[in-house]
C-alpha cells in the first residue's frame, strides 16, 4: 500500500517561499506511473491542482501558479518537493501530495500551510 | 481552463434515501471525469472514473453517469458511513480542474 506523507512549516511569511516535501512509502517513487502531484485546498473550499512531476524530473504546471512553482523528485529519497515563491495569504491552504498523471489514486492526509506575519 | 461546477452545495439526506449530485462542465470532457469522496480530516479517495467505473473498494451503490459536459453521481441508497463531500475533476484538458464539491450531510 503506498503512502505519502508531507511534511514542512506550517507558518509562512508574506512574500517568503513555501517549502513542502512528500515522502513515499510502500512503493517505489519509480513506479505506479511515476507521475507526482502537489494539490491544495483552500480552507473551507475546493481542490486546485498545482503541477506534477515525472519520477525522471520532467514537470508540468498549473499556468495560474507557472511562475512561482517549482516541483522537484529525489529518487534516492522516494521525496519529491514543492516551492511556491512569493506567497500571500491566498495562498494560505491544506496542501497534499498525491499519486496519478490524470487521475489521482494516492493521497497524502495533507498539511496546512498559514501564510502570516 | 475547464470549470467544473457542481450542485448543489449541501444535501441534507436522511439514510436510506437515493441521493443524486450534478457536476457541469463549461466544455465538454468526453467521459474523462471523475468522483472522490473525501471524509472530515482525511485526503479525498477515488471513487467513480471514466464517469461510470467504480474504484476498487467502493460499493454497487454508488454509480456515475454522463459524458461531454453533465455527469451525475447517485447513491442509491445512502448509509451513515457515505456522508462526506464529494468532488468531480476532469482529466480531458490541462490544467486537471475539480468542481467545489457537494457536501451531503445528515438530515
Known amino acids: 500500500q503506498v503512502q505519502l506523507q508531507e511534511s514542512g512549516p506550517g507558518l509562512v511569511k508574506p512574500s517568503q517561499t513555501l517549502s513542502l516535501t512528500c515522502t513515499v512509502s510502500g512503493g517505489s517513487i519509480n513506479s505506479g506511473g511515476g507521475y507526482w502531484n502537489w494539490i491544495r485546498q483552500h480552507p473551507g473550499k475546493g481542490l486546485e491542482w498545482i503541477g506534477y512531476?515525472?519520477?525522471?524530473?520532467?514537470?508540468y504546471y498549473n499556468p495560474s501558479l507557472q511562475s512561482r512553482v517549482t516541483i522537484s523528485v529525489d529518487t534516492s529519497k522516494n521525496q519529491f518537493s514543492l516551492k511556491l515563491s512569493s506567497v500571500t495569504a491566498a495562498d494560505t491552504a491544506v496542501y497534499h501530495c498525491?499519486?496519478?498523471?490524470?487521475?489521482?489514486?494516492?493521497w497524502g492526509q495533507g498539511t496546512l500551510v498559514t501564510v502570516s506575519s | 481552463e475547464i470549470v467544473m461546477t457542481q450542485s448543489p452545495a449541501t444535501l441534507s439526506v436522511s439514510p436510506g434515501e437515493r441521493v443524486t449530485l450534478s457536476c457541469r462542465a463549461s466544455?465538454?470532457?468526453?467521459?474523462?471525469l471523475a468522483w472522490y469522496q473525501q471524509k472530515p480530516g482525511q485526503a479525498p479517495r477515488l471513487l467513480i472514473y471514466?464517469?461510470?467505473t467504480r474504484a476498487t473498494g467502493f460499493p454497487a451503490r454508488f454509480s456515475g453517469s454522463g459524458s461531454g459536459t453533465e455527469f451525475t453521481l447517485t447513491i442509491s441508497s445512502l448509509q451513515s458511513e457515505d456522508f462526506a463531500v464529494y468532488y468531480c475533476?476532469?482529466?480531458?484538458?490541462?490544467?486537471?480542474?475539480f468542481g467545489g464539491g457537494t457536501k451531503v450531510e445528515i438530515k
Open positions: 471514466g464517469a461510470s
Open positions: 498525491a499519486r496519478g498523471r490524470t487521475l489521482v489514486d494516492y
Open positions: 512531476i515525472y519520477y525522471s524530473g520532467s514537470t
Open positions: 475533476q476532469q482529466y480531458n484538458n490541462w490544467p486537471l480542474t
Open positions: 466544455q465538454s470532457v468526453s467521459s474523462n
